[in-house]
């Protein structure tokens, strides 16, 4: 099966994969955290762990500055979330 972002974004846990890394890249602002999409689950980790296996890369999210944390995708596309 090839794992695409499109079906990630339809997971039940994916709004709140994303939250989760927002909040962690708020409060570990020299870290960049990785949601990732395995075809059954959604995972956070920091972008410099290893990737769950057989799992694809949904999106990055990095603190900029004060209470705003990019959330980058592939295709060079970004979100700017306010916390």
């Not at 409060?27 to 694809?56: H, L, M, N, Q």
Request: one cysteine or more; hydrophobic letters at 40%; proline letters at 5%.
């Amino acid at each position: 099966m090839k794992l695409t972002d499109h079906d990630a974004f339809g997971h039940p846990a994916y709004d709140s994969g994303v939250a989760n890394a927002v909040r962690r890249a708020i409060e570990d602002k020299g870290a960049c955290f990785s949601v990732y999409w395995d075809g059954t689950a959604i995972f956070v980790r920091t972008s410099e762990a290893a990737p769950p296996p057989s799992s694809k890369r949904v999106c990055i999210a990095q603190w900029w500055r004060d209470n705003l944390v990019q959330l980058r995708f592939d295709g060079a596309r970004s979100e700017w979330v306010r916390v």
